[in-house]
């Protein structure tokens, strides 16, 4: 059975600093995606990670992608209140033959950004 | 373009009735999935959709969930009678899901059941 596991679950930490969170996962996989949640709302994309060494930046935010460690960090940059949010990793486990492919996600990491 | 549209948002039921959830994906996205989020934690796949047919429920409580996908668009998501663990948000995603496609997932915005 796939695992995500991502930490920490809970950040708490202040605006201006850098932080980064993890995520790991137990099986092969060459395609991971990052999730912004806010509260009652709906999962929105952030990064589609699709090959080992693969990085993308969005603003403030960087994600990597280390599949022979099974890794993706997630990493702020300065960061400002309206990144706080929950943000999820998630997994692909699809082969190129297609088949079942829904992604398993991580438990979520709660960030808060204090003034 | 419009993204993925769900309803009811609010459901609020007791146990042992029924529910349904209602999801209208994005335009020409063949694949589409149902999942569940339980408060705190990450969404749990239920099952895929690949047109109408089904690709992988092996996750879905089959003695109380149902879903289906008739004409490879719309679907619906039963429960049926529901239980109080029953109590998450329903998300629905659709995908292109196309080998040269990235495989990401857009999300509706979820239907928020409570079962009492």
């Known amino acids: 059975e796939l695992k995500v596991e991502q930490n920490p679950l809970f950040l708490s930490m202040q605006e201006g600093k850098n932080y980064t969170i993890y995520c790991n996962y137990s099986?092969?996989?060459?395609?991971l995606y990052w999730y912004r949640q806010d509260p009652g709302k709906s999962l929105e994309s952030l990064f589609v990670l699709l090959s080992n060494g693969a990085v993308k930046q969005e603003g403030r935010l960087m994600a990597s992608l280390d599949t022979k460690a099974r890794l993706s960090t997630l990493h702020i940059t300065a960061a400002v209140h309206d990144l706080s949010a929950t943000y999820f990793c998630?997994?692909?486990?699809?082969?190129?033959?297609?088949?079942?492919?829904?992604?398993?996600f991580g438990k979520g990491t709660h960030l808060i950004i204090q003034p | 373009e419009a993204g993925v549209a769900q309803s009811p948002r609010y459901k609020i039921i007791e146990k042992r009735q029924s529910v349904a959830f209602w999801c209208n994906p994005i335009s020409g996205h063949a694949t589409l999935y149902w999942y569940q989020q339980i408060l705190g934690q990450g969404p749990k796949l239920l099952i895929q959709f690949q047109n109408n047919g089904v690709v992988d429920d092996s996750q879905l409580p089959k003695d109380r969930f149902s879903a289906e996908r008739l004409k490879g668009v719309d679907s619906t998501l039963k429960i049926q009678p529901a239980k109080l663990e029953d109590s998450a948000v329903y998300l629905c995603a659709s995908s292109l899901r196309l080998t040269a496609n990235t495989g990401e997932l857009f999300f509706g915005e979820g239907s928020r059941l409570t079962v009492l």
């Open positions: 099986t092969t996989s060459d395609r």
């Open positions: 998630a997994v692909d486990t699809t082969d190129s033959g297609g088949g079942a492919d829904g992604l398993t």
